[in-house]
């Protein structure tokens, strides 16, 4: 009997899981939803500003070549492209409401995240490649007539923004993006189990 009232002793003194705050999580839930998609509208508003801007060029500008055209043809196609992407994500993430059924709108976080992880990793390469592919044969008429100092600086820099953004700047946002996910779908996913 000694024994018995000792394991229930030790089994009272075990720490409580800290029991979430549903107002709170839920709070903090549509708080972190609401900056991922203001920043995806911003994201596909200037998109949408990338693509009148394109439009406008080919259409009043005059090229000799069609290289340049082909260039800012490759360039629409790759912006409407992430457009069509972003939007899709803009949709999941703000498609419905948290309160009406958690557990899908949990599911659909998870499914946007590993798309998300998805497109950073190998589209994102395909993206740099064909906006690099169009950029080049863009400038290869508009710089025809400029120095070979000026085309071997305004080729390099284009190269280091390149590698700048793809090695340093891709990186920062993956992760800061990954966290945020991370931390709403561990606040679901705990809401969830003290429920389960």
Do not use: C
């Not at 693509?51 to 790759?78: D, K």
């Not at 069509?84 to 499914?111: C, G």
């Not at 590993?114 to 190998?122: A, P, V």
């Not at 490649?129 to 400038?139: E, H, I, R, V």
């Amino acid at each position: 009997m000694k024994d018995f009232d000792h394991l229930i002793s030790v089994w009272q003194e075990q720490p409580k899981k800290d029991q979430l705050s549903v107002n709170d999580v839920l709070k903090q839930v549509k708080k972190g939803i609401s900056g991922l998609s203001r920043k995806l509208f911003w994201n596909i508003t200037i998109m949408i500003l990338t693509l009148g801007g394109l439009f406008a060029l080919m259409l009043f500008f005059v090229f000799n070549s069609w290289t340049t055209y082909l260039g800012i043809v490759i360039i629409l196609i790759t912006v409407l492209l992430s457009l069509l992407v972003m939007l899709r994500d803009y949709r999941i993430i703000s498609k419905q409401d948290i309160t009406i059924n958690p557990a899908a709108y949990l599911q659909d976080l998870k499914e946007y995240q590993k798309n998300r992880t998805k497109l950073y990793g190998r589209l994102y390469y395909i993206y740099v490649l064909l906006m690099s592919t169009g950029l080049f044969l863009y400038f290869l008429e508009v710089l025809q007539s400029t120095s070979t100092m000026f085309k071997a600086i305004a080729y390099s820099v284009y190269v280091a923004f390149i590698l700048f953004s793809t090695f340093y700047i891709r990186g920062l946002f993956v992760k800061n993006e990954q966290e945020k996910l991370n931390l709403i779908i561990d606040r679901l996913t705990r809401l969830q189990n003290q429920f389960d």
